[in-house]
Protein backbone atom coordinates (compact mmCIF):
# COMPACT_ATOMS: atom_id res chain seq x y z
CA UNK A 1 0.00 0.00 0.00
CA UNK A 2 1.55 3.44 -0.82
CA UNK A 3 1.59 6.49 1.12
CA UNK A 4 -0.22 9.43 -0.10
CA UNK A 5 3.03 12.64 -0.05
CA UNK A 6 2.47 15.19 2.27
CA UNK A 7 1.12 18.69 0.49
CA UNK A 8 4.12 21.11 -0.50
CA UNK A 9 3.53 24.52 1.79
CA UNK A 10 5.49 27.85 1.22
CA UNK A 11 5.42 31.12 2.72
CA UNK A 12 2.29 32.81 1.34
CA UNK A 13 2.27 36.53 -0.30
CA UNK A 14 0.06 37.97 2.17
CA UNK A 15 2.81 36.94 4.92
CA UNK A 16 5.96 37.62 2.95
CA UNK A 17 5.03 41.41 2.22
CA UNK A 18 5.34 41.90 5.95
CA UNK A 19 8.82 41.93 5.73
CA UNK A 20 9.32 44.11 2.58
CA UNK A 21 9.27 48.10 1.97
CA UNK A 22 6.90 49.32 0.44
CA UNK A 23 7.99 52.11 -2.63
CA UNK A 24 5.74 55.22 -1.09
CA UNK A 25 4.81 58.10 -3.54
CA UNK A 26 4.35 61.40 -1.78
CA UNK A 27 0.42 62.69 -1.88
CA UNK A 28 -1.03 62.91 -5.68
CA UNK A 29 -3.43 66.12 -5.62
CA UNK A 30 -5.35 65.43 -8.68
CA UNK A 31 -6.81 69.40 -8.36
CA UNK A 32 -3.01 70.54 -9.86
CA UNK A 33 -3.21 71.44 -12.91
CA UNK A 34 -0.39 73.06 -15.41
CA UNK A 35 -1.28 76.42 -14.90
CA UNK A 36 -0.26 77.69 -18.17
CA UNK A 37 -1.87 81.35 -17.85
CA UNK A 38 0.91 82.00 -14.53
CA UNK A 39 3.58 80.42 -16.86
CA UNK A 40 2.54 83.37 -20.12
CA UNK A 41 2.02 86.52 -18.16
CA UNK A 42 4.68 88.81 -17.81
CA UNK A 43 5.12 89.81 -14.14
CA UNK A 44 5.94 92.87 -12.90
CA UNK A 45 7.01 93.91 -9.06
CA UNK A 46 5.18 96.51 -7.55
CA UNK A 47 6.24 98.91 -4.57
CA UNK A 48 3.72 99.05 -1.45
CA UNK A 49 1.19 96.65 -3.00
CA UNK A 50 0.10 99.36 -5.32
CA UNK A 51 0.87 99.76 -9.67
CA UNK A 52 -0.62 102.91 -11.20
CA UNK A 53 -1.70 102.64 -14.51
CA UNK A 54 -1.47 105.97 -16.32
CA UNK A 55 -3.36 106.89 -19.16
CA UNK A 56 -2.91 109.30 -22.40
CA UNK A 57 -6.47 111.27 -22.28
CA UNK A 58 -7.76 112.33 -25.67
CA UNK A 59 -5.01 110.64 -27.69
CA UNK A 60 -6.43 111.48 -30.93
CA UNK A 61 -5.73 115.32 -29.97
CA UNK A 62 -2.48 114.69 -30.63
CA UNK A 63 -1.40 117.08 -33.62
CA UNK A 64 1.50 116.25 -36.60
CA UNK A 65 1.95 116.65 -39.57
CA UNK A 66 4.04 115.66 -43.00
CA UNK A 67 5.68 118.78 -44.80
CA UNK A 68 5.94 118.76 -48.27
CA UNK A 69 9.53 119.37 -49.61
CA UNK A 70 10.31 122.95 -51.00
CA UNK A 71 7.61 124.33 -49.35
CA UNK A 72 6.25 126.23 -46.04
CA UNK A 73 4.17 124.97 -43.73
CA UNK A 74 2.63 125.92 -40.76
CA UNK A 75 3.00 123.12 -38.12
CA UNK A 76 0.68 122.49 -35.57
CA UNK A 77 1.97 123.11 -31.90
CA UNK A 78 0.13 119.95 -29.78
CA UNK A 79 1.42 118.12 -26.66
CA UNK A 80 0.01 114.85 -24.95
CA UNK A 81 -1.93 115.07 -22.04
CA UNK A 82 -2.61 112.60 -19.19
CA UNK A 83 -5.52 111.28 -17.21
CA UNK A 84 -5.29 112.92 -13.98
CA UNK A 85 -7.54 109.77 -12.53
CA UNK A 86 -5.56 107.07 -13.32
CA UNK A 87 -6.97 103.48 -12.05
CA UNK A 88 -4.66 101.78 -9.21
CA UNK A 89 -4.73 97.99 -8.75
CA UNK A 90 -3.92 96.64 -5.31
CA UNK A 91 -2.45 93.15 -4.77
CA UNK A 92 -4.72 90.90 -3.25
CA UNK A 93 -3.65 87.84 -0.42
CA UNK A 94 -4.70 84.15 -1.39
CA UNK A 95 -3.59 82.71 2.38
CA UNK A 96 -4.40 80.57 4.22
CA UNK A 97 -2.56 79.05 8.21
CA UNK A 98 -1.38 75.63 8.45
CA UNK A 99 -1.78 73.80 10.93
CA UNK A 100 0.58 70.69 11.48
CA UNK A 101 1.05 68.71 15.04
CA UNK A 102 4.79 68.06 16.37
CA UNK A 103 3.97 64.20 17.18
CA UNK A 104 2.79 63.82 13.43
CA UNK A 105 6.43 66.33 12.12
CA UNK A 106 8.90 64.22 14.86
CA UNK A 107 7.30 60.79 14.01
CA UNK A 108 6.13 60.21 10.32
CA UNK A 109 8.56 61.82 8.47
CA UNK A 110 10.53 59.14 6.56
CA UNK A 111 10.74 58.33 3.99
CA UNK A 112 9.08 61.78 3.14
CA UNK A 113 8.76 65.33 5.29
CA UNK A 114 5.54 65.85 6.25
CA UNK A 115 5.79 69.24 7.00
CA UNK A 116 7.78 70.07 3.60
CA UNK A 117 4.53 67.76 1.88
CA UNK A 118 1.75 69.78 3.78
CA UNK A 119 3.15 73.25 2.67
CA UNK A 120 3.97 71.34 -0.82
CA UNK A 121 -0.01 70.77 -1.23
CA UNK A 122 -1.21 73.58 0.30
CA UNK A 123 0.68 75.95 -1.93
CA UNK A 124 -0.07 73.90 -5.11
CA UNK A 125 -3.59 74.56 -3.95
CA UNK A 126 -3.04 78.25 -3.61
CA UNK A 127 -1.80 78.72 -6.72
CA UNK A 128 -4.35 76.97 -8.32
CA UNK A 129 -6.76 79.35 -6.36
CA UNK A 130 -4.16 82.46 -7.88
CA UNK A 131 -5.19 81.09 -11.36
CA UNK A 132 -8.86 81.79 -10.65
CA UNK A 133 -8.43 85.02 -9.86
CA UNK A 134 -6.23 86.18 -12.59
CA UNK A 135 -9.31 85.40 -14.76
CA UNK A 136 -12.19 85.37 -12.31
CA UNK A 137 -11.96 87.95 -9.57
CA UNK A 138 -14.72 90.64 -10.09
CA UNK A 139 -12.59 93.28 -9.36
CA UNK A 140 -8.68 92.35 -11.02
CA UNK A 141 -9.85 89.50 -13.04
CA UNK A 142 -9.28 89.27 -16.83
CA UNK A 143 -12.86 88.65 -17.42
CA UNK A 144 -14.11 91.74 -15.19
CA UNK A 145 -11.39 93.84 -17.07
CA UNK A 146 -12.89 93.34 -20.95
CA UNK A 147 -14.42 96.35 -22.35
CA UNK A 148 -18.04 96.37 -24.29
CA UNK A 149 -16.45 96.94 -27.15
CA UNK A 150 -13.73 94.01 -26.79
CA UNK A 151 -16.67 91.45 -26.34
CA UNK A 152 -18.11 89.62 -28.99
CA UNK A 153 -20.53 86.27 -29.66
CA UNK A 154 -20.38 83.21 -31.61
CA UNK A 155 -21.99 83.48 -35.10
CA UNK A 156 -23.26 80.06 -34.82
CA UNK A 157 -23.03 79.52 -30.93
CA UNK A 158 -20.21 76.64 -31.25
CA UNK A 159 -16.77 78.03 -31.26
CA UNK A 160 -15.67 78.69 -35.26
CA UNK A 161 -12.76 79.78 -37.31
CA UNK A 162 -14.91 82.61 -37.91
CA UNK A 163 -15.34 83.47 -34.09
CA UNK A 164 -11.63 83.18 -33.78
CA UNK A 165 -11.05 85.72 -36.52
CA UNK A 166 -13.32 88.03 -35.37
CA UNK A 167 -11.12 87.89 -31.77
CA UNK A 168 -8.32 88.58 -33.94
CA UNK A 169 -9.71 92.08 -35.16
CA UNK A 170 -10.32 92.82 -31.84
CA UNK A 171 -6.42 92.00 -30.37
CA UNK A 172 -4.81 92.42 -33.77
CA UNK A 173 -1.10 94.20 -32.21
CA UNK A 174 0.99 91.15 -31.42
CA UNK A 175 -2.18 88.75 -30.38
CA UNK A 176 0.24 86.54 -27.56
CA UNK A 177 -2.64 83.11 -26.98
CA UNK A 178 -6.16 82.24 -26.87
CA UNK A 179 -7.52 81.34 -23.23
CA UNK A 180 -9.85 78.90 -22.96
CA UNK A 181 -11.12 75.51 -21.03
CA UNK A 182 -10.54 72.20 -22.55
CA UNK A 183 -13.78 71.50 -23.39
CA UNK A 184 -13.87 74.54 -25.73
CA UNK A 185 -10.84 73.86 -27.25
CA UNK A 186 -11.95 70.45 -27.83
CA UNK A 187 -15.33 72.01 -29.16
CA UNK A 188 -12.91 74.20 -31.62
CA UNK A 189 -11.30 71.53 -32.86
CA UNK A 190 -13.99 69.40 -34.01
CA UNK A 191 -15.73 72.76 -35.71
CA UNK A 192 -12.67 73.63 -37.07
CA UNK A 193 -12.36 69.89 -38.30
CA UNK A 194 -15.76 69.32 -39.71
CA UNK A 195 -14.88 72.52 -41.93
CA UNK A 196 -11.92 70.71 -43.42
CA UNK A 197 -9.36 73.15 -41.69
CA UNK A 198 -7.88 71.06 -38.60
CA UNK A 199 -6.09 73.22 -36.50
CA UNK A 200 -2.07 72.57 -36.78
CA UNK A 201 0.02 72.09 -33.52
CA UNK A 202 2.59 73.45 -32.18
CA UNK A 203 4.88 72.46 -28.68
CA UNK A 204 5.05 74.77 -25.66
CA UNK A 205 6.87 73.77 -22.28
CA UNK A 206 7.30 70.62 -24.05
CA UNK A 207 3.60 69.97 -24.13
CA UNK A 208 1.39 70.24 -27.51
CA UNK A 209 -1.02 73.08 -28.05
CA UNK A 210 -3.45 73.08 -31.40
CA UNK A 211 -2.87 76.31 -33.18
CA UNK A 212 -4.93 78.81 -34.97
CA UNK A 213 -3.49 81.11 -37.63
CA UNK A 214 -0.49 80.57 -35.62
CA UNK A 215 -1.31 81.80 -31.95
CA UNK A 216 -2.09 78.69 -29.32
CA UNK A 217 -5.01 77.72 -27.39
CA UNK A 218 -4.07 77.66 -24.35
CA UNK A 219 -6.50 75.37 -21.70
CA UNK A 220 -7.34 76.21 -18.08
CA UNK A 221 -10.11 74.56 -16.40
CA UNK A 222 -10.57 77.83 -14.65
CA UNK A 223 -12.51 79.29 -16.99
CA UNK A 224 -15.87 79.22 -16.67
CA UNK A 225 -17.95 76.59 -17.69
CA UNK A 226 -22.35 77.40 -17.32
CA UNK A 227 -25.30 76.06 -18.54
CA UNK A 228 -23.41 74.10 -21.54
CA UNK A 229 -21.68 77.53 -22.12
CA UNK A 230 -18.10 78.93 -21.59
CA UNK A 231 -15.80 81.98 -23.27
CA UNK A 232 -12.62 82.47 -25.22
CA UNK A 233 -10.46 84.83 -24.15
CA UNK A 234 -7.65 86.36 -26.66
CA UNK A 235 -4.79 88.49 -24.65
CA UNK A 236 -1.38 90.65 -25.30
CA UNK A 237 0.62 90.39 -22.78
CA UNK A 238 3.55 92.35 -21.87
CA UNK A 239 4.17 95.96 -20.60
CA UNK A 240 6.04 97.16 -23.97
CA UNK A 241 3.39 95.63 -25.64
CA UNK A 242 0.80 97.57 -23.64
CA UNK A 243 -0.66 94.67 -22.77
CA UNK A 244 -1.43 92.53 -19.58
CA UNK A 245 0.94 91.90 -16.91
CA UNK A 246 0.60 90.08 -13.51
CA UNK A 247 1.47 92.04 -10.35
CA UNK A 248 3.50 90.93 -7.44
CA UNK A 249 5.25 92.14 -4.04
CA UNK A 250 9.36 91.14 -4.21
CA UNK A 251 10.94 90.57 -1.24
CA UNK A 252 8.67 89.74 1.27
CA UNK A 253 9.50 87.99 4.50
CA UNK A 254 10.01 84.54 4.28
CA UNK A 255 9.42 84.52 -0.02
CA UNK A 256 9.56 80.93 -1.32
CA UNK A 257 8.71 82.39 -4.84
CA UNK A 258 8.17 85.73 -6.56
CA UNK A 259 4.77 86.67 -4.36
CA UNK A 260 4.79 83.90 -2.46
CA UNK A 261 5.36 83.70 1.43
CA UNK A 262 6.19 81.13 4.20
CA UNK A 263 6.26 81.88 7.80
CA UNK A 264 6.60 80.08 10.60
CA UNK A 265 4.42 81.65 13.56
CA UNK A 266 5.28 79.09 16.49
CA UNK A 267 4.19 76.20 18.75
CA UNK A 268 0.97 76.57 20.83
CA UNK A 269 0.29 74.57 23.80
CA UNK A 270 -1.48 71.97 22.23
CA UNK A 271 1.54 70.96 20.34
CA UNK A 272 0.67 72.25 16.83
CA UNK A 273 2.88 74.24 15.05
CA UNK A 274 1.45 76.38 12.61
CA UNK A 275 2.76 78.29 9.11
CA UNK A 276 0.79 81.24 7.54
CA UNK A 277 1.28 81.01 3.62
CA UNK A 278 0.01 83.88 1.46
CA UNK A 279 0.65 84.91 -1.74
CA UNK A 280 -0.23 88.27 -3.12
CA UNK A 281 -0.90 89.39 -6.15
CA UNK A 282 -2.97 91.34 -8.93
CA UNK A 283 -3.63 91.97 -12.50
CA UNK A 284 -3.43 95.14 -14.97
CA UNK A 285 -4.79 95.05 -18.28
CA UNK A 286 -2.61 98.03 -19.80
CA UNK A 287 -4.88 99.17 -22.93
CA UNK A 288 -8.27 98.36 -23.57
CA UNK A 289 -7.14 96.78 -26.80
CA UNK A 290 -5.07 93.97 -25.00
CA UNK A 291 -8.11 91.40 -24.27
CA UNK A 292 -11.16 90.22 -26.06
CA UNK A 293 -13.65 87.72 -25.34
CA UNK A 294 -15.98 85.38 -27.61
CA UNK A 295 -18.69 85.15 -24.89
CA UNK A 296 -21.92 82.81 -24.46
CA UNK A 297 -19.86 79.69 -26.36
CA UNK A 298 -21.75 76.06 -26.80
CA UNK A 299 -19.55 73.22 -26.23
CA UNK A 300 -21.84 70.72 -26.85
CA UNK A 301 -22.69 72.46 -30.42
CA UNK A 302 -21.62 69.55 -31.96
CA UNK A 303 -24.55 67.12 -31.63
CA UNK A 304 -25.76 69.58 -34.34
CA UNK A 305 -23.66 66.94 -36.59
CA UNK A 306 -24.16 63.17 -35.52
CA UNK A 307 -23.10 62.18 -38.38
CA UNK A 308 -19.93 63.89 -38.42
CA UNK A 309 -18.66 61.95 -35.19
CA UNK A 310 -20.03 58.30 -35.37
Same mark, same amino acid.
Given at each position: ?16 RQ ?58 R ?26 V ?24 N ?6 N ?49 A ?20 ? %?F &????? *??L?? /??? !???? @? ?11 D ?5 V ?21 I?? %?? &????? *????? /??A !???? @? ?21
Open positions: MTSTPAALTTLGDNAALANATKTTAQLSTISPRWLTHLLQWVPVEAGIFRLNTVKDPESIKVTCTARQTENQLPTFVNYDEKPREFFLNAVSTILDVHTRSDLYSSPHDQIKEQLRLTIETIKEQESELINPDYGLLSQVTDEQRIFPLTGAPTPDDLDELLTKVWKEPAFFLAHPLTIAFGREATRRGTPPPTISLFGS %Q &ITWRG *IPIP /SDK !VPVA @DGKSKILLIRVGKRQGVGLYQPGLPGEQSPGLSVRFMGND %QA &ISSYL *ISLYC /SL !VLTP @DAVAVLDDVEINKYHDYPDTYK
